[in-house]
């Protein structure tokens, strides 16, 4: 059943699917590899169906890529496919860009990695709860817990880093549209400061909000991840036949 946060603003999705995983060792890009009889961006999706305030989701795809149209998804919410660019940050501007046309100033602009498939509802439940007077926006992320080291060249270690006030950013990441294209925008500046779309924001001289989620709300990055996503996954209690 779908949820609705009556006072919020209208929201859309952004996924930028155009990486093609080069640390995973595989032909297959990691948003396309199979987990559970879906693929991994199936997962990462699935859980914004149960949002009404959705009203559409922008999949930013690679040039060449040649696996999406093979996919039979059943999405109650509206997709349109556009072209990334060369970095995460181009395939982002793209994305705001065709927005454009549809999406208020005020309104909510997610951004979820396609890589990101074990994201829970009551994170993006949380998100509009947390954000829904605030102007600017904020992100999913959850205090660092393990010691930190800084390394000289020769990967030595000089010292320990001071973790506290450390967080490490997850997604979703939530701005507001003229915000968030705005940001993005000025970026172009000073492209190798960003790194996400709150990097861009902070840039901007603006601070987003820290909403903490879940730690297992993890990115896919190497093929041993794959495993660990199936086993969140199958402690969810999904139905055992959906279960290889």
Not at 101 to 109: I, K, P, S
């Amino acid at each position: 059943m779908s949820s609705v946060i009556p006072s919020m603003n209208k929201a859309w999705l952004i996924v930028p699917a155009a990486g093609m995983g080069q640390r995973m060792a595989s032909c297959v890009p990691k948003q396309y590899m199979k987990i559970m009889g879906k693929t991994v961006i199936e997962h990462s999706l699935a859980v914004f169906e149960h949002f009404n305030n959705f009203k559409k989701i922008i999949i930013v795809l690679a040039k060449n890529d040649i696996y999406w149209q093979r996919l039979k998804l059943n999405s109650s919410i509206p997709i349109e496919c556009v072209t990334g660019g060369k970095q995460r940050y181009d395939s982002v501007i793209n994305a705001l860009t065709y927005l454009k046309e549809y999406a208020a100033d005020d309104d909510w602009v997610f951004v979820h990695d396609a890589a990101r498939p074990c994201l829970q509802k009551s994170d993006v439940a949380l998100l509009f709860s947390e954000l829904e007077a605030n102007p600017v926006g904020g992100i999913l992320a959850t205090p660092v817990k393990d010691t930190l080291k800084l390394s000289n060249a020769d990967l030595e270690s000089e010292k320990t880093v001071n973790r506290n006030n450390l967080w490490q950013a997850l997604t979703p990441q939530v701005f507001r549209f003229k915000v968030l294209y705005k940001a993005m925008l000025a970026a172009k500046k000073y492209p190798h400061k960003i790194t996400d779309e709150a990097s861009a924001v902070e840039c901007y001289g603006l601070k987003p909000k820290l909403v903490q989620g879940q730690s297992d709300n993890f990115k896919i990055t190497l093929a041993e991840d794959i495993e660990l996503a199936k086993l969140i996954l199958k402690s969810r209690n999904l139905p055992q036949e959906q279960i290889e």
